[in-house]
C-alpha cells in the first residue's frame, strides 16, 4: 500500500480527511514530507517537478512575506493587504497547476506571529468564502505561531482558531517553545536558551485544549531549532525531546499508539540527516525548508551569470560576433530556468533524506 490508497484525491491539492489521511500515513510508516516556501509561480513549479520525479507527496506554503511578494512588491502591505492578495493569488495558481505533476499537494501557510494575525483572519475569510461554494477551504492548513505569547494566552487564542477552521476540517499547525534565529521580521536569536526547549506538560496541555475542537492539528514544539543556518556546534538539536512528548502524552491519555501526536520540525536548513532521521523516528511528519532553497536556488542563476557574462552585457555582440545577437542567452525563461532546475534538485534530496522518495 502506497500514500495514493488513502487518499480520495491522489492528485492537486488534498484537505480534510485526505491531509490527516497522509500525516497518518507518514508517521506510522516513517517519513515526513518538506514544507517548501515558495515566493513566485517559478518556485511553486521547481517543489512540484521535484515531487513528481520523486513519486512523492509535497507541502507548499507562503509566509506572510512570501505571500506579498507573490502579490508584488509595489503593492501596499497595510493592514496585511498585499500579503492576503498575494496568499489568495498564490493558492489559486498553486491549485490550478498542480494536478498538472500528478502528486498530493499540501497547500499551506507558515509562521502567523501575533502581530500577524489580521493576515491570518483574511485568508479565513478567503476560505469559508471557498468553502460555501467547493466544499473545502482554498487552504488545505494554517499555521499560528504564538510562541512569543504566555503558554495559556497561546494555547486559549489557537484553540479560538482551530474552532473557526474545523467545520472546514482545515488543518492548524501551532508552535509552543521558541525556533530561534530570525525569519518574516520575527527576531529571535537573543532569547534565553531554555525558551528553545518545550516541556512534555506544555504539550500535552496544547494536545488536550485542541483535540477536543478537532483531530486536525499539529504541534511545531521547539527542540533547539533555529531559523537560517549557522556555523557548526553553534545549534544544539535535541530530537530525543520529542520521543518524550510523544511518550508523556500516550501514558496521560492511555493510547495504544505509541505516537499520538503529529509533529512538526522547524529550522530545518543546515541540520543533519541523523537529526532529521531522529526527529521522524519521533513522530516528525512535516519538515520546513526555506534557507536552504533560497539559496539552491541562487546558485543557478549565478552560476548562469557567471559563466555566460560576456554574452549578456549587451543586447548584440558576445566572443562569437560583434553582430551576434544575445536575446537567447539573456531571455529570462533561460536563466530563470536555471535557478529552478538547481532548487528542484535541492528539493529531491530533501525527498530523499526525509524518506519521501517514492511514497507514491
Same mark, same amino acid.
Given at each position: 500500500?502506497?500514500?495514493?490508497?488513502?487518499? #480520495?484525491?491522489?492528485?492537486?491539492?488534498?484537505? &480534510?480527511?485526505?491531509?490527516?489521511?497522509?500525516?497518518?500515513?507518514?508517521?506510522?510508516?516513517? !517519513?515526513?514530507?518538506?514544507?517548501?516556501?515558495? +515566493?513566485?509561480?517559478?518556485?511553486?513549479?521547481?517543489?512540484?517537478?521535484?515531487?513528481?520525479?520523486?513519486?512523492?507527496?509535497?507541502?507548499?506554503?507562503?509566509?506572510?512575506?512570501?505571500?506579498?511578494?507573490?502579490?508584488? *512588491?509595489?503593492?501596499?502591505?497595510?493592514?496585511?493587504?498585499?500579503?492576503?492578495?498575494?496568499?489568495?493569488?498564490?493558492?489559486?495558481?498553486?491549485?490550478?497547476?498542480?494536478?498538472?505533476?500528478?502528486?498530493?499537494?499540501?497547500?499551506? +501557510?507558515?509562521?502567523?506571529?501575533?502581530?500577524?494575525?489580521?493576515?491570518?483572519?483574511?485568508?479565513? =475569510?478567503?476560505?469559508?468564502?471557498?468553502?460555501?461554494?467547493? &466544499?473545502?477551504?482554498?487552504?488545505?492548513?494554517?499555521?499560528?505561531?504564538?510562541?512569543?505569547?504566555? *503558554? =495559556?494566552?497561546?494555547?486559549?487564542?489557537?484553540?479560538?482558531?482551530?474552532?473557526?477552521?474545523?467545520?472546514?476540517?482545515?488543518?492548524?499547525?501551532?508552535?509552543?517553545?521558541?525556533?530561534?534565529?530570525?525569519?518574516?521580521?520575527?527576531?529571535?536569536?537573543?532569547?534565553?536558551?531554555?525558551?528553545?526547549? +518545550?516541556?512534555?506538560?506544555?504539550?500535552?496541555?496544547?494536545?488536550?485544549?485542541?483535540?477536543?475542537?478537532?483531530?486536525?492539528?499539529?504541534?511545531?514544539?521547539?527542540?533547539?531549532?533555529?531559523?537560517?543556518?549557522?556555523?557548526? &556546534?553553534?545549534?544544539?538539536?535535541?530530537?530525543?525531546?520529542? &520521543?518524550?512528548?510523544?511518550?508523556? +502524552?500516550?501514558?496521560?491519555?492511555?493510547?495504544?499508539?505509541? *505516537?499520538?501526536?503529529?509533529?512538526?520540525?522547524?529550522?530545518?536548513?543546515?541540520? #543533519?540527516?541523523?537529526? !532529521? #532521521?531522529?526527529?521522524?523516528?519521533?513522530?516528525?511528519?512535516?519538515?520546513?525548508?526555506?534557507?536552504?532553497?533560497?539559496?539552491?536556488?541562487?546558485?543557478?542563476?549565478?552560476?548562469?551569470?557567471?559563466?555566460?557574462?560576456?554574452?549578456?552585457? #549587451?543586447?548584440?555582440?558576445?566572443?562569437?560576433?560583434?553582430?551576434?545577437?544575445?536575446?537567447?542567452?539573456?531571455?529570462?525563461?533561460?536563466?530563470?530556468?536555471?535557478?529552478?532546475?538547481?532548487?528542484?534538485?535541492?528539493?529531491?534530496?530533501?525527498?530523499?533524506? !526525509?524518506?519521501?522518495?517514492?511514497?507514491?
Amino acid at each position: 500500500m502506497g500514500v495514493q490508497d488513502v487518499l #480520495t484525491r491522489k492528485a492537486g491539492v488534498i484537505t &480534510g480527511d485526505d491531509v490527516l489521511a497522509l500525516f497518518k500515513y507518514a508517521r506510522e510508516n516513517k !517519513f515526513a514530507i518538506p514544507a517548501i516556501n515558495v +515566493t513566485s509561480s517559478s518556485t511553486v513549479v521547481a517543489a512540484l517537478e521535484a515531487a513528481r520525479d520523486k513519486k512523492s507527496p509535497i507541502i507548499i506554503q507562503t509566509s506572510q512575506g512570501g505571500a506579498a511578494y507573490f502579490a508584488g *512588491k509595489g503593492i501596499s502591505n497595510t493592514n496585511q493587504y498585499a500579503s492576503i492578495q498575494g496568499g489568495i493569488a498564490a493558492a489559486h495558481y498553486i491549485r490550478s497547476i498542480a494536478p498538472a505533476y500528478g502528486v498530493p499537494v499540501v497547500l499551506h +501557510t507558515d509562521h502567523c506571529a501575533h502581530k500577524l494575525l489580521p493576515w491570518l483572519d483574511g485568508m479565513l =475569510d478567503a476560505d469559508e468564502a471557498y468553502f460555501k461554494e467547493h &466544499g473545502e477551504p482554498l487552504w488545505s492548513s494554517h499555521m499560528i505561531d504564538l510562541s512569543e505569547e504566555p *503558554k =495559556d494566552e497561546n494555547i486559549a487564542l489557537t484553540a479560538k482558531y482551530l474552532k473557526r477552521a474545523a467545520p472546514m476540517k482545515q488543518w492548524l499547525e501551532m508552535e509552543i517553545g521558541i525556533t530561534g534565529g530570525e525569519e518574516d521580521g520575527v527576531n529571535n536569536e537573543d532569547v534565553d536558551n531554555a525558551s528553545l526547549y +518545550t516541556q512534555p506538560e506544555d504539550i500535552y496541555d496544547v494536545y488536550a485544549a485542541l483535540s477536543a475542537i478537532s483531530p486536525y492539528f499539529s504541534i511545531a514544539a521547539a527542540f533547539g531549532n533555529v531559523h537560517g543556518v549557522y556555523k557548526p &556546534g553553534n545549534v544544539k538539536l535535541h530530537p530525543e525531546l520529542l &520521543g518524550k512528548h510523544q511518550a508523556y +502524552t500516550k501514558e496521560k491519555i492511555g493510547a495504544s499508539e505509541d *505516537k499520538p501526536l503529529f509533529l512538526v520540525f522547524h529550522g530545518g536548513s543546515g541540520s #543533519t540527516k541523523e537529526e !532529521f #532521521t531522529a526527529g521522524i523516528s519521533h513522530g516528525v511528519i512535516k519538515v520546513n525548508l526555506d534557507t536552504d532553497l533560497q539559496w539552491a536556488y541562487l546558485i543557478g542563476i549565478r552560476d548562469y551569470v557567471l559563466t555566460k557574462q560576456e554574452y549578456i552585457k #549587451t543586447q548584440v555582440g558576445n566572443p562569437d560576433g560583434d553582430d551576434k545577437p544575445n536575446k537567447k542567452y539573456f531571455d529570462p525563461r533561460v536563466w530563470v530556468r536555471e535557478g529552478e532546475k538547481t532548487m528542484s534538485a535541492r528539493v529531491k534530496e530533501a525527498l530523499d533524506y !526525509f524518506n519521501t522518495a517514492n511514497q507514491l
